[in-house]
């Protein structure tokens, strides 16, 4: 889907914690779209794998919207992390008594652009 300012992807209701998310967000924001693909796929964690698709995804969207462009031109502009819903699960303690537990979700938008000086 083409925005305003760029091509953008989002994933919605995705089952792991936006403070977990937040840190591999911080170390992609603003590299060039195939140095993020690179250091996304070089990392262990969940939140890499969800934020790589997304970002594939917003690639896909500016490429095959717009075939003038080049790969090598975009950049992530903009990712943000929120959070989304919060599933409430009881635990059960001793004695008769429980704990919730909150199932926190996320949802992730990424938005590539074209760099300015091409």
Known sequence: METKKGYQAVAKYLMVSPSKVRPVADLVRGKS????????EAMPQKGARLILKVLKSAGANALYT?????????????LTVDDG???KRVWARSHGKRDILLK???HITVV???KAGK
């Not at 779209?33 to 996304?40: D, G, I, Q, S, W």
């Open 33 to 40: 779209y195939p140095e993020a693909v690179a250091v996304l």
């Open 66 to 78: 717009n075939r003038k462009l080049d790969e090598d031109s975009l950049y992530v502009s903009k």
């Open 85 to 87: 819903p919060r599933l």
């Open 104 to 106: 926190r979700m996320s």
């Open 112 to 114: 590539v652009d074209e």
